[in-house]
């Protein structure tokens, strides 16, 4: 790796390359349409500074204006901006001219899920512009979020050429090398694929309370301390994400990105790049369940019987592998949630890590394995409480090799020095809600917003877990937490419905007819993973860590709903990296029915694998395609 490294630092077209994408990336930060110095007025005319996006509590039908400037250059800004009012634009003025609305749907200036887009080129003059919109609240929490837009064709032509220069980019770092060409696209194309979605998606868009996560952000960079549990909607979460994300804000700064939206957008990149780290640590997990399953036996078409050969049964592995990986990079929930600045994507990289070495620890026993699989585990802990799952994991796997070891003595110096480190973990993410439960508090100790969620309550009954509604999975493409249509009453249904495009809708018919696609295709994948259990069980007998894996998150989910029934708890972006569990079970599978010499039944569930992938891919194409 150093000879490789030192090799490329050599090559002066890859310099030539990162310079132009350095320039190219600041172009898109720099360039998009924004509001300065925004300024809300109330109706008693009263006038106070904001940051945008505003969310904030205001009675139904009251009105209220926000004013701002608006720097503009032709050859450096955009004409297009994405507005999203809460609840709905009455009128937009600029330079004291009004903008004709007119050619805008009415429904579409109320809409406040999607909003419009508006090209106000004939408006703008270079230099500095007045901007003031005034909206109105019909109820329930108000606001605007004011959104560069990707229709306008400088921005088009930016998106464009970053995506030649990163191919360009990963073409040169592959030329004359060792490495695994095929694994490296595999995860090139799923950072490409993010990256298109970034640039069609604000932050405020399918962002899960947005606006209480840039709160705890603000929180530490204006006082410098931990908020107390109340202070905030999402203040009762560890604190490790947010000091990430503020050191992140407070660089961004420092190199001259100073608009709040934009700070915000870098940050919303910072997702983007640590999702791509989980993914580099599922390609190590994926290759750790192969290398654990039984031996391959040829099939007959290959002409003798017997076991393959150690290069045949590594090239069928590899194979195998790497379709398991693309499925895992193209799911389609893993790129909606790859980009939403909130503590989810960090604690799915730590919790890919700590499983990571607990897989390294079962193979080679070491000491180093299990303390970086337990530090990571707590790092994941210090960023989301849902850890606990993963804590459980390793717990049971320490228990059964401590009571099948006969040297027990020298477990009792390394479960010293976990508990030291459980300890600091949980003082860090449960310290101040027991202060809180001492001083009698009744708050759920892991949500302590849970008393405050409304228009969500679901049911709490035997039927809800045990029931699933078939017709609706397969003819409603999507499920809303607010509405019992699409099947959010049913604890099964909402999880696999989430699990593909999360609780969101989308308004393109094409969208619809691929969602749909999605979860029958999801459907007839889940019945061929349960049809291999049943029939073939004893193949995974040596995937303990990732059997426990998925049945510990699966439990997780249904005891949260359980003690909070609120369709949004059984959300599958908490246990997203069950994924890890499921598509290397599947993949599996597939070999299984291999080793059985069944070569059209692993042809089929390969096969539904890469329509789901390249159904996937087709969806945010076809988003990106709707949103320009």
Not at 22 to 46: E, F, H, M, W
Not at 126 to 141: A, F, T
Request: charged share 15%.
């Amino acid at each position: 790796m150093r000879d490789y490294l030192l090799k490329k630092l050599k090559n002066k077209l890859l310099w030539v390359f990162l310079a132009l994408l350095a320039v190219n990336l600041l172009y898109l930060c720099r360039a998009p349409l924004v509001i300065s110095d925004p300024y809300i007025i109330d109706q008693t005319g009263k006038r106070s500074p904001i940051t945008l996006p505003l969310i904030q509590t205001m009675p139904a039908g009251a009105e209220f204006t926000i004013t701002g400037r608006i720097n503009y250059n032709f050859w450096l800004n955009y004409t297009y901006a994405w507005i999203i009012p809460d609840d709905g634009i009455l009128a937009i003025t600029i330079n004291r001219q009004e903008v004709a609305l007119s050619k805008i749907e009415q429904a579409a200036l109320f809409d406040y899920t999607n909003g419009f887009h508006y090209n106000f080129a004939e408006y703008l003059r270079p230099g500095v512009n007045q901007i003031e919109l005034r909206i109105r609240n019909n109820g329930g929490p108000s606001g605007l979020a004011f959104n560069p837009s990707v229709q306008d064709w400088r921005c088009i032509t930016g998106c464009l050429s970053l995506f030649l220069l990163l191919l360009a980019l990963i073409n040169i770092l592959l030329l004359d090398t060792a490495i695994n060409k095929e694994l490296v696209l595999i995860w090139a194309g799923g950072f490409l694929i993010r990256v298109l979605y970034f640039l069609i998606t604000p932050f405020t868009i399918r962002s899960h309370d947005v606006g209480g996560h840039l709160h705890y952000i603000d929180y530490l960079l204006q006082n410098r301390a931990i908020p107390a549990i109340h202070e905030g909607w999402q203040t009762y979460q560890p604190p490790l994400y947010y000091i990430l994300a503020a050191c992140c804000y407070k660089l961004l700064n420092l190199v001259g990105i100073t608009q709040s939206n934009q700070v915000w957008r870098g940050i919303q990149f910072l997702s983007l790049l640590i999702y791509s780290g989980f993914l580099a640590v599922v390609w190590q997990i994926v290759k750790f369940a192969l290398a654990a399953a039984p031996p391959i036996i040829k099939p007959d078409n290959c002409g003798s019987s017997g076991e393959l050969s150690p290069s045949e049964a590594k090239g069928l592995d590899d194979a195998t592998a790497k379709w398991v990986f693309a499925l895992i990079t193209f799911w389609p929930s893993g790129i909606i949630h790859a980009l939403r600045i909130g503590n989810d994507v960090l604690f799915y990289l730590f919790y890919g890590l700590g499983l990571l070495y607990l897989l390294k620890w079962q193979d080679d026993h070491t000491k180093n394995s299990v303390y970086t699989s337990f530090l990571f585990i707590t790092l994941a802990f210090v960023t989301k409480a849902n850890a606990l799952v993963l804590y459980a994991v390793f717990g049971i796997v320490y228990l059964i090799k401590f009571f099948q070891t006969t040297a027990k003595r020298k477990y009792l110096g390394v479960t010293a020095v976990l508990v030291v480190l459980f300890g600091l973990g949980f003082g860090v993410t449960f310290g101040r809600m027991v202060e809180q439960k001492l001083n009698g508090s009744k708050d759920h100790f892991i949500v302590a917003n849970a008393s405050q969620l409304q228009g969500v309550e679901v049911g709490n009954t035997p039927r809800n877990y045990l029931s699933f509604d078939l017709v609706s999975f397969i003819t409603e493409p999507y499920v809303n937490p607010f509405a019992d249509q699409g099947g959010r009453q049913y604890f099964w249904n909402y999880l696999l419905k989430t699990c593909l495009v999360g609780e969101f809708t989308f308004p393109a018919p094409v969208h619809r007819v691929l969602t749909l696609a999605l979860s029958i295709v999801f459907l007839l994948m889940l019945l061929y993973l349960l049809a291999t259990l049943i029939l073939f069980g004893g193949y995974f007998q040596n995937q303990l860590v990732l059997a426990l894996n998925g049945l510990a998150l699966l439990i997780a989910a249904i005891a949260f709903r359980v003690s909070i029934p609120a369709a949004c708890s059984n959300d599958f972006r908490y246990i997203l990296p069950v994924l890890i569990s499921f598509g290397c079970f599947y993949g599996l599978g597939v070999r299984c029915w291999r080793q059985e010499k069944r070569l059209w039944v692993a042809r089929l569930g390969s096969g539904l694998a890469m329509v789901l992938i390249m159904v996937s891919i087709g969806f945010f194409i076809a988003l990106a395609y709707n949103q320009t």
